[in-house]
């Protein structure tokens, strides 16, 4: 029964790689959420979808692609995978403008 | 563009005694909501309390309640009867409520406090 989940919650891979992750939320939110959390803690937006439409698109470099095939599923693809992309990254969804609730995190790990 | 400061970047509690975390904002919109969650170390995001700007009341959920001082642009969580499962990092953050405002649907985060409750 978990809310927001997050697939895979580790990810291990050389640079160069092409990896994706997935999140899936089942509490019916009409918007979901990618963030990123660098090795300081600090924690900065970089996606939004809202009803399936992009809706927020901070600065990232277009090696991130966010897809959100429907509501309940927002995908983050990411190319040709660099050391500074180390991170930990979250989903979150929300009921329009209402409470984040945030996935478990992936742990991405660039070598 | 928003702005989240948490000053504190460690506080120790005694177990069963009360802690504030403080947290400090900017912005320009004239609507927006501010949030705590917590961050344990298994890594998990963990969503504790909402306060409106414009709630006349300060926010509170169960033993956590939110000091909201709007004048002074601050947004203070306090905890009750602290727990050793308290320990934790602890982040505020806001976001804009009006459509069209740069700030609409993003959390802007400050950089976390870390708590730890001694036995």
């Known amino acids: 029964d978990t809310a927001v989940s997050q697939t895979p919650k580790y990810l291990v891979t050389q640079m160069g790689n092409d990896k994706s992750i997935k999140c899936e939320q089942n509490l019916g939110h009409d918007t979901m959420y990618w963030y990123k959390q660098d090795s300081k803690k600090f924690l900065k937006i970089m996606f939004s979808y809202n009803n399936k439409e992009l809706i927020i698109n901070e600065t990232v470099p277009n090696r991130f692609s966010p897809k959100s095939p429907d509501k309940a599923h927002l995908n983050l693809h990411i190319n040709s995978l660099e050391l500074g992309d180390s991170a930990v990254y979250f989903c979150a969804s929300s009921q329009h403008k209402g409470t984040q609730y945030f996935g478990p995190g992936t742990r991405l790990l660039v070598l | 563009a928003q702005k989240i400061t948490q000053t504190q970047p460690g506080m120790f509690v005694q177990e069963k005694e009360a802690v504030t975390l403080d947290c400090t904002y900017d912005t320009s919109d004239p609507s927006y909501g501010l949030f705590w969650y917590k961050q344990p170390s298994s890594g998990e995001m963990i969503f504790l309390i909402y306060?409106?700007?414009?709630?006349?009341q300060n926010a509170t959920e169960g033993r956590y309640s939110l000091n909201f001082q709007k004048a002074r642009k601050s947004a203070n969580l306090v905890i009750s009867a602290s727990q050793l499962g308290d320990s934790a990092m602890y982040f505020c953050?806001?976001?804009?409520?009006?459509?069209?405002?740069?700030?609409?649907?993003?959390?802007?985060f400050g950089q976390g406090t870390i708590l730890t409750v001694h036995p």
């Open positions: 306060q409106g700007s414009y709630d006349q």
């Open positions: 953050a806001m976001r804009g409520l009006n459509a069209g405002g740069t700030s609409y649907g993003k959390l802007t």
